[in-house]
Nanobody, 114 residues
Framework: QVQLVESGGGLVQPGESLRLSCAAS????????MTWYRQAPGKEREWVAS????????NYQDSVKGRFTVSRDNAKNMVYLQMNSLKPEDTAVYYC???????WGQGTQVTVSS
């Protein structure tokens, strides 16, 4: 069955960086675009970034453009989210999702606070 397992979250101070990872299994990873979403306390889940099958095409929510970078390693069935210059408003649970269907991981908590 499809499994997505996120990791790499934590507590950081504003301006610091984190790299999230998502390990995929149960499907042919290289055939699917992948996405990152996040859900802040009391808010709806929102899309953050997407990456195409080859990794050449990426797209970002305006609020993270220039700070976040999505990448993938098809040989390892992994997708990553490099987050730089983190802000308190980036605090959320971050999820990876296969782009075409509602396959979600369990999420990883990112907290940005001084």
């Amino acid at each position: 069955q499809v499994q997505l397992v996120e990791s790499g979250g934590g507590l950081v101070q504003p301006g610091e960086s984190l790299r999230l990872s998502c390990a995929a299994s149960g499907f042919t990873f290289s055939r699917y675009s992948m996405t990152w979403y996040r859900q802040a306390p009391g808010k709806e889940r929102e899309w953050v970034a997407s990456i195409t099958t080859t990794g050449i095409g990426t797209n970002y929510q305006d609020s993270v453009k220039g700070r976040f970078t999505v990448s993938r390693d098809n040989a390892k069935n992994m997708v990553y989210l490099q987050m730089n210059s983190l802000k308190p408003e980036d605090t959320a649970v971050y999820y990876c999702k296969r782009a075409d269907r509602n396959y979600w991981g369990q999420g990883t908590q990112v907290t940005v606070s001084s």
